[in-house]
């Protein structure tokens, strides 16, 4: 599966978060709010203003390897599961005028990469503006490309 940031492919359409655990749902038609496979709400896009990440950042480049790594000499080193789950965020997604926050699960422990949560902040922005775009979320593996070269324009 290719990710980046807080976007991962899945089939069909493209996750904002952990998709085994709370996530947003980006298809064509809709954005749906799920729970690992159940869906909690499916939100036309025509109805979706704003989605807003709320995610913990950091200015290092590839923070998901450095946290895979330290988590798995911990957890040698103590010879047993430390618990250390990732610290979770919220996506605010403004629906015909009113904010709804819901819970948005991380991949990782450690904060995403900040230009990579601006650049799918980017994205979706887009895809609001511009419907016909939405159509692209049938293929969204592009997305993710897209995404990184959002990012790039941050700085």
């Known amino acids: 599966m290719k990710r980046y940031g807080p976007l991962i492919v899945v089939p069909d359409a493209l996750a904002v978060g952990d998709p085994g655990r709370h ?7 809709a954005v749906m709010i799920r729970a690992g496979v159940e869906s909690r709400s499916i939100l036309p896009w025509a109805s979706v203003e ?8 950091t200015r290092f480049r590839l923070p998901g390897l450095v946290g895979t790594l330290v988590l798995g000499v911990v957890t040698a080193a ?21 904010n709804t926050t819901v819970p948005l699960s991380r991949h990782h422990v450690g904060g995403y990469w900040a230009p990579s949560v601006a650049g799918a902040h ?24 897209v995404a990184a070269q959002l990012a790039r324009g941050t700085g």
Not at 125 to 141: D, S
Request: proline share 10%.
């Open 122 to 145: 980017r994205l979706i922005a887009h895809l609001i503006a511009h419907p016909e775009q939405r159509a692209l979320l049938e293929h969204p593996e592009r997305l993710i490309d």
């Open 23 to 29: 996530h947003l749902r980006l298809t064509p038609e």
């Open 50 to 57: 704003r989605v807003a990440l709320d995610v913990p950042t």
């Open 78 to 98: 103590m010879l047993s599961d430390p618990g250390v789950e990732p610290e979770d965020g919220t996506a605010t997604l403004t629906v015909d005028g009113e």
